[in-house]
């Protein structure tokens, strides 16, 4: 079907009430959809997975975009009449809750950013770009919240940064004191 066409179709039936029908079958729809999708991420391999998995979130963004302008009408007359979250921020939740909230995969993503971070610190060169999107979307799937980006991935973030920058200070602490004793020792020598 045209745009057109599938946004007099969205219409007509808010229209003659059957706006609760669209609703969940918008709903139920975009969670048929995201199981596939949360299996090939979960099978991506390592090296591959934030490049795929931002791939992923922004090929759902633009699928997002497109549903809402279809389901304008809906959301400006049918959805404030019942409380309900606008289409866009219902899928933004099921995406959250089936693809990113996955143990399997939310381990893997914070796992592979820490790890990402950490190879910087060290020097790497790392795709700082996958490393952005990937925060970027933690924080965009939480419309007017950072919740998720705060709990999910910013504690873990801290305690690494933390433990890292602890071992680098004992590492010059020890240095330091190996220096200074090294010297003091050629000194005695002398």
Known sequence: MSYEELYRTAYSLVLHKHGQMLYESVKDTTVQLLKPICEDIKMTHDEQFLREFNRIWKEIKECIVMIRDILLYMNKN?????????????????????????????????????????????????????IRSSIQMLIEVCKNSRKLYEQEFEKVLLAETARYYKHESQQLITDSSCASFLEKAFKRLS
């Open 78 to 130: 049918y959805v404030p009449k019942f409380n309900l979250p606008l289409v866009e921020d219902m899928q933004y939740s099921q995406f959250k809750h089936h693809v990113i909230q996955n143990s399997a995969i939310k381990e893997r993503l914070i796992s592979l950013l820490i790890k990402e971070i950490r190879l910087e610190r060290e020097g790497e060169v790392i795709e700082k770009t996958q």
